[in-house]
């Protein structure tokens, strides 16, 4: 199975903010990862797939890059909606993995 | 607009099998439009992460995730527009929140079920 690590697996912010949230593949996936954001109580929403294509209606604060084994994912100024869990996903082979998630938080 | 929705027993026992059923609407599960999809089940136990359970194909073709095929069965009934899943021998580790997704190209899951919290317990 592919392990995907996220790093760091929490941290806090202030409106306004960049962030930045990295993802590691225990292989190579080529550009085979997508980002999902979660909210309390609600199901997963896709933001970017294939590394940096954004989802149909994700604002363009979002970017995603990276290759490999090696992608991050980008919040341009942090509004109050973006607070929330971030999970990245390797799609190159099955079993499909996640990362272990982000927890952004309100500074 | 394509929605999929999730029913069946909210608890179950230890030892039995768990039962969930996808309802979709908006889209056919079976049309060769379909092709390009398959659908699924992923799970996420209370406060922790993702995890893929597996996927059937509109062909009927299914994967599952390893740690879990001894016990997965995932089928689609297309005269009903839904697909199922059941998971045998449960244990209290089984217990969490179930959603059922589509999934498109690069394996990426853009419709999701609002969920539903299956707890295994006596």
């Known amino acids: 199975d592919i392990q995907m690590t996220q790093s760091p697996s929490s941290l806090s912010a202030s409106i306004g903010d960049r962030v930045t949230i990295t993802c590691r593949a225990s292989?190579?996936?080529?550009?085979?990862l997508n980002w999902y954001q979660q909210k309390p109580g609600k199901a997963p929403n896709l933001l970017i797939y294939?590394?940096?294509t954004l989802q149909s209606g994700v604002p363009s604060r979002f970017s995603g890059s990276g290759s490999g084994t090696d992608f991050t994912l980008t919040i341009n100024s942090l509004q109050a909606e973006d607070f929330a869990t971030y999970y990245c996903?390797?799609?190159?082979?099955?079993?499909?993995?996640f990362g272990q998630g982000t927890r952004l938080d309100i500074k | 607009q394509l929605q999929l929705q999730e029913s069946g027993p909210g608890l179950v026992k230890p030892s039995e099998t768990l039962s969930l059923t996808c309802t979709v609407s908006?889209?056919?599960?079976?049309?060769?439009?379909?092709?390009?999809?398959?659908w699924g089940w992923i799970r996420q136990p209370p406060g922790k992460g993702l995890e893929w359970i597996g996927s059937?194909?509109?062909?009927?073709?299914?994967y599952y995730n390893p740690s879990l095929k001894s016990r997965v069965t995932i089928s689609a009934d297309t005269s009903k527009n839904h697909f199922s899943l059941r998971l045998s021998s449960v244990t209290a580790a089984d217990t969490a929140v179930y959603y059922c997704?589509?999934?498109?190209?690069?394996?990426?899951?853009?419709?999701w079920g609002q969920g539903t919290l299956v707890t295994v317990s006596s």
């Open positions: 996903q390797q799609g190159h082979s099955t079993p499909i993995t």
């Open positions: 059937i194909y509109y062909g009927g073709s299914t």
């Open positions: 908006g889209g056919s599960i079976s049309s060769i439009s379909s092709s390009a999809y398959y």
């Open positions: 292989q190579s996936i080529s550009n085979y």
């Open positions: 997704v589509r999934r498109g190209s690069f394996m990426r899951y853009n419709n």
């Open positions: 294939a590394t940096s």
